[in-house]
């Protein structure tokens, strides 16, 4: 929706579970005029790559599918700190969880660290008009109780009211990491919506999620670690006219889809890239596919610099051309890594192991993940000066993807640990 003189439109949604497909419907008719393109971000709570695009054979997810089907979708996307707050604020800003020096649910990024720019910020800043519906930011002090409002948003963001809110946090509870219907089912009709409003053929879709979360594996029913079933997270952009072609005039290119009619098939995804991805990478891309200019890279340090980005641009996986043949896009995959880290208080499990206060963090989980393996050192942190001391060693986690991929058989003391520790710095 253009602001006076601008000549772009934006439409910005972030969803989790309870979001509405109404406030869509009411907010963007005016888009619709425009040549500029929307963007519409979903954001989804605690979710791993538990789809039928990504693979599964139980879940039913037909809607997230049939946007795979017209999307690039990361097999390898990584978030940076496997916990909400940390997460968001992160891929937000386009910062690493130790620049934004947010480790836990108690502190406002813009005060305690830098005032950093965040996507939808900047979108604003170039034109667009902003809005958010349900869970973007994390609530709370991390985003200084207003879901960093005004400086993100040009309306107050929107949320259903506490008691319809607790309600669907009980029905995701329930349901939705077993059949992941309640989740198909709203973002099958957000989607809709685009199709009735005649806003597929000009809104991206980017599609994630904050972290993902353990179901058993490796004894825990959550989230909070490195491994890869708390860190793999799925990621997929549709871009009209370049990972899928412009609809035709009535064309329904996301129809509602029902997850339990069992006559529905399962769609194949796009295009596919295997290459590792990172979080921190929505915003130089997101930028870059909309057309504005790609923030810098950071200096170090850049807690200074309001507007730059620590994640990689991610724009030429969806250069296509002479492609067309290979679903799968080319790299040199042995030469990337995807960060993540997690903070501790203590070497042994206590009562706040998984959710440290910073002031009570003593220990920080550095990993990083390659093609081949998944590397952690757990090493000194001082949280008055937001340091790690790599020199001191309390323990260390190395897994081999391909011949232990649930990640279970610790290698580390089996190896030259030592020798990897150049790779931890991003």
């Known amino acids: 929706m253009p602001t006076p003189g601008s000549g772009r439109g934006f439409l910005w949604l972030g969803l989790v579970l309870s979001s509405v497909c109404v406030a869509l419907g009411c907010e963007t008719q005016a888009n619709s005029t425009t040549d500029a ?28 599918d049939q946007l795979a089907s017209h999307s690039l979708l990361f097999q390898n996307a990584f978030a940076q700190q496997a916990v909400c707050a940390p ?6 800003t386009g910062r690493r969880p130790d620049t934004t020096r947010l480790y836990d649910f108690n502190s406002y990024w813009r005060v305690h660290a830098g005032n950093f720019s965040t996507i939808p910020q900047y979108f604003k800043e170039n034109g667009y008009v902003t809005m958010s519906v349900g869970k973007v930011f994390h609530p709370g002090i991390t985003s200084n109780h207003t879901d960093d409002s005004p400086y993100s948003w040009s309306f107050p963001p929107y949320h259903p009211s506490s008691e319809k809110y607790e309600n669907t946090k009980r029905k995701i509870r329930q349901s939705y990491f077993a059949s992941v219907s309640y989740l198909d089912t709203q973002v099958g009709r957000l989607l809709s919506a685009l199709d009735d409003l005649q806003l597929a053929n000009s809104t991206i879709v980017a599609f994630t999620s904050d972290h993902g979360w353990a179901l058993g594996e490796h004894g825990e029913w959550a989230k909070y670690s490195n491994f890869d079933v708390a860190t793999h997270v799925p990621l997929m952009f549709y871009v009209p006219g370049r990972t899928a072609s ?72 969806f250069r296509f051309r002479d492609l067309e043949e290979d679903p799968y896009l080319p790299g040199n995959p042995r030469e990337l890594i995807a960060y993540s880290q997690y903070p501790r208080p203590a070497d042994f499990p206590q009562w706040n192991s998984d959710k440290p206060s910073l002031k009570d963090i003593k220990i920080m989980g550095y990993s990083i993940r390659t093609i081949d393996y998944r590397y952690t050192v757990w090493v000194g942190f001082n949280p008055d000066e937001f340091l790690a001391n790599f020199s001191d060693i309390h323990a260390g986690e190395l897994y081999f993807v391909d011949s232990d991929p649930l990640q279970d058989h610790n290698m580390y003391n089996d190896s030259q640990g030592g020798d990897l520790f150049q790779l931890l710095m991003p």
């Open 87 to 92: 997460s968001r604020v992160s891929f937000l």
């Open 246 to 317: 412009l609809p035709e005039a009535g064309e329904k290119l996301f129809p509602y889809l029902d997850p339990f009619d069992s006559a529905s098939e399962l769609m194949e995804p796009g295009r596919q890239s295997m290459d590792l991805v990172e979080l921190v990478s929505l915003f130089p891309t997101l930028a870059g596919l909309a057309g504005l200019q790609v923030p810098p890279r950071c200096p170090v340090p850049s807690f200074h610099v309001e507007l730059c980005r620590e994640g990689k641009n991610l724009l030429k996986h």
């Open 37 to 64: 393109l929307n963007i519409l971000l979903i954001i989804v709570d605690d979710l791993r790559p538990s789809l039928g695009c990504y693979g599964d054979k139980l879940v039913r997810s037909p809607n997230i």
